[in-house]
């Protein structure tokens, strides 16, 4: 065997993720990537391609980097492995927790590291759950997601996931409500942006009287909705979200897991592009930019005193929590994007690059453009007048990527929607490149189609 074939030897036992198996096994359709370079990888025919979804979100440095291979082999040679449970910690943790509590906005000063966004988002429930409890508040433990959301694939973190995910598989029962998805496009495009904002506000005044603000301990929203389609609210909704939270006891858990590190152009996106201060929040993927598994839930002092109180233990630990290889991977990652000054770069070259994607809007088949810099969504329609959707299994995004991958470029379909979330050193030649590859793409998929 050559190519994809020799590399996947094992293809029998590997469950991939978010896939048909069945489908996997029949056609062999399957990319297998051998190696990565800056914003390039290269898969096992010896094809070179931009990565333009950065891994998975996550490939924000960029791949290769010596800095991080570095920090985390030294790491590794001076102390592979140690734990953070009980009385034990290591210098890496520490200095990382120190690192991420002075770059996260408001008092959000102490840090709780895992190993994924889910676990990031799990261990958030957990906290407040016990806070709660600890503020003689036992019945405060409900939660309010949003449809469209996506929070990881733990059961806690699928309950507070879009249905749309765990259809058929079902999820914690009982304990999270899903608000409207503050998607105008598609939920209410007549309204302005302000009658549209003031639609999810009732929806949330609502439903907290509903279920009562003394049994609801959080809301939970990503600052750009992500795998639910890059979905993002009108402006000053989470502004205007975290007021309403706030004079109802509910904490606000921004799930920056995608829109952290650079990504939006700054390392938190909720208070400097959004203008909100959370109470927690989590994040993963750019922390580390991929190289090692690591995710941090960042707490308000507010909530640490809470837990810290002399009578309370904190029955919360992971094994890897703050491994040491994964901390110097995230604190030499955060070097590099402070040293290049990357978040800063990115809102010109992710400015860029949104409107060169925006700049596809003028073709058939693109009814909406979305996102922000570096994290853009297109989704396709049959007719861009009437908004009419592709059947939801036409998977037309699928078909621009297939197109787009035979030209070179790597993008990630949901469905109808086409996901570009590149690595963040992409420059002005990378940035024409995609937009080119994307026009030819759609335009070879909309003639195939006879729109
Ligand atoms: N939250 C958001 C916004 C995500 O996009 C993801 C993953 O894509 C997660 C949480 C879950 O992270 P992980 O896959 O590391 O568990």
Redesign the pocket.
């Known amino acids: 065997p050559t190519g994809t074939d020799a590399v996947l030897t094992s293809d029998t036992h590997l469950i991939q993720s978010f896939a048909n198996l069945h489908a996997l096994k029949q056609d062999g359709a399957r990319t297998a990537i051998v190696e990565a370079s800056g914003a390039m990888v290269k898969d096992s025919e010896g094809n070179e391609l931009i990565d333009g979804i950065g891994g998975?979100?996550c490939v924000n440095v960029g791949h290769g980097r010596p800095e991080i291979i570095d920090a985390i082999t030294q790491q590794l040679k001076t102390l592979d492995y140690y734990s953070t449970f009980y009385n034990f910690t290591h210098p890496a943790a520490a200095a990382l927790a120190e690192k991420v509590a002075s770059l996260a906005p408001g008092q959000l000063n102490h840090v709780y590291f895992g190993n994924?966004?889910?676990?990031a988002?799990d261990t958030a429930v957990r906290i407040l759950h016990h806070y709660n409890n600890l503020r003689g508040k036992p019945q405060k433990k409900k939660i309010l997601s949003r449809m469209g959301a996506?929070?990881?694939?733990t059961h806690m973190?699928m309950a507070l996931t879009t249905p749309a995910y765990s259809d058929g598989w079902g999820a914690v029962e009982g304990l999270v409500t899903h608000l409207r998805a503050p998607h105008k496009y598609r939920e209410a495009p007549e309204l302005s942006d302000e009658e549209f904002l003031k639609l999810l506000e009732q929806d949330m005044l609502d439903t907290i009287h509903r279920i009562g603000a003394d049994n609801i301990c959080a809301f939970f929203a990503?600052p750009i909705q992500?795998?639910g389609g890059v979905i993002t609210a009108p402006p000053g909704y989470h502004k205007r979200m975290r007021e309403i939270t706030a004079q109802h006891d509910i904490a606000y858990v921004a799930?920056e897991?995608?829109t952290a590190w650079g990504r939006l152009g700054h390392m938190f996106a909720s208070k400097d592009a959004f203008d909100y201060t959370p109470d927690i929040i989590?994040t993963?993927?750019g922390l580390t930019s991929g190289y090692q598994p690591l995710?941090a839930t960042i707490i308000s002092s507010e909530i640490h005193e809470v837990i810290s109180r002399p009578e309370a233990m904190f029955l919360h630990g992971m094994t890897y929590s703050g491994h040491p290889a994964a901390a110097a991977a995230g604190l030499a990652n955060i070097a590099i994007l402070e040293n290049e000054g990357i978040p800063a770069r990115v809102q010109t070259t992710g400015k860029l690059f949104e409107n060169t994607l925006r700049g596809l809007g003028d073709m058939a088949m693109v009814g909406e453009v979305r996102g922000s810099h570096f994290m853009m969504g297109i989704e396709f329609v049959k007719d861009k007048a009437t908004r009419e959707e592709f059947a939801p299994d036409a998977n037309i995004g699928g078909a621009v990527a297939q197109a787009a991958q035979q030209r070179g470029l790597i993008a990630r379909a949901l469905g109808n929607i086409l996901i570009l979330s590149p690595t963040l050193i992409m420059d002005e030649a990378m940035i024409t490149d995609i937009g080119a590859i994307l026009r030819d793409s759609i335009g070879e998929v909309s003639d195939s189609l006879g729109l």
């Open positions: 998975l979100w994924s966004g889910s676990v988002n996506y929070h990881g694939s973190a990503e992500g795998a799930d897991v995608v989590t993963a993927k995710s």
